[in-house]
């Protein structure tokens, strides 16, 4: 890829914005084309989740902006992070935009709650009916109860548990450890909605559990609020008086039992084959080893294990041994979600997961790598991304 | 056994209407004899269209599970815990399924589950699988 971040912007985090996802949208935006340095109107294409409720054209009215050159869409949620970003990249290295906006509105504690099963349920004469024929939440999976995310990530949990033999106090103090570390982060981060509360080894242990084995500290925060990033070519980057942040490489890709909540491949340890991993690293030209800080999607902690394997961080089955290390804590061999992640400093689908990295690379970070020149970013095995301080 | 069910459109289809009359049938490529879940147009196999209806052997291995125990809706207050599972049949297909209410059973990754088809009502029945030992 030939294209930098330039700009960030993005409403407080909360549980009750007060303002619709629109208006959180349009703030979210000007901040980032502040941060960039640039004016509003040099806004000529849009990237957005399909899961966003507002529409291109609604923030283009929003804004008043003269016109869009282009906008495209990726499927999911904040799976596919990064998958906006090598789309945006794509369109502005083919010419068909020149400063494209990613931006992510959502009041997801006071508006619709991705937690809960009324998504995929209707009420019907006291009955509760399923009408989705399509995994996730469909007819096949719906009448036993896997409604949610957070219960599909409790089965990739009991799976990477049972496959590799752990103990009970062995996966929780794994998790834990993710939990724990990430909570100290956020501890650091003004931004944090969890900025103000501590989290020990036993405040984790006792945790409620929501689904076995994943207790309350496992799953992210509902979070209302808006993010934008702001993308263009590297060679206006950097001809602009900004920090810019390079995308070294990016990409999007299913592979079975990646796509999001589908559960049909054959192994639920892991989300992705080496193969990924290696293309991504071949493409930005460098290797796992060479990562300096790493930002992974926590919609729970177990993520945080997988992905260390899967792109080969560490070897398969060895992630107990390095969280419990501290492997991804301030001192450890790769600081992990140093703004506290979606458990800890707020959940904006990902975005706020690629602005902390973009902040490593700027030597803005509240928990900053000494010296950060390398990050790299996954969302769930559906899309990841490799960035380089310009 | 959460209470929730297929609209009733769904229930019209073979894999619905086999379970009612007490069996689980798999959807299966005719031609290359293979089967896959959930059902789908096409044998992702080898890409007939001519997909049949076969019964299972019911013989299954565990390959996760879950406990329930917040409930995401209102009306699952009272259904939890409950035990949700990924079941790994012999004929090569993954399928989510659970436990049957009020089953005490000693779960591990790797089991040997067998299928058992609870009737929910007449137009409904459910495909659970149960440990194989120790029941």
Redesign the interface.
Known sequence: MKTSIVGLGQTEFSRKSGRSELRLATEAILAAMADAGLEVNDIDGLVRYTWDHTTEAAIMNALGLPALKYYGETEFGGVNCCGAVAQASAAIEAGLASCIVFYRTLNARSGVRYGRGERILSEEDGRLINRQPEPPGDVYSAPFGLLVPGQHHALYAQAYKGHYGLTDDGFTDMLGSVAVAQRAYANRNPRALLRDKSLSLDDYRAGRIITEPLRIYDYCLETDGAMAMVIVSRDRARAMNVKAVDVLAAGQYVHPGSVPMLLYAPQCHSLVPPSVGADLFGKAGLAASDIDVAGIYDATSMMVPLALEDFGFIGRGEAQDFLTGGGNGPDGALPVNTHGGLLSEGYFHGLNTIAEMVRQLRGESPNQVTDAQTAFVTLRGASSMVLGRA | M??????D??LKEP?WTHLSEGTLHLATCETCGKAH??PGPICPHCRSFDIGWKPASGKATL????????P??P??AD?V??T???VDLEEG??????IPKGMEADL???MALRCEVVKIDQD?S?PYFVPVEGV
């Not at chain 2, 390959?63 to 917040?70: P, R, T």
């Not at chain 2, 297909?93 to 659970?98: A, I, L, Q």
């Open positions: 959460t209470g929730i069910r297929p609209g459109e769904f894999f879940h959930p390959g996760s599970f879950a406990v329930a125990h917040h995401v809706h009306l699952l259904q815990p409950y949700i599972t990924l297909v993954r399928m989510v399924s659970g591990r990754v790797g409904l459910l």
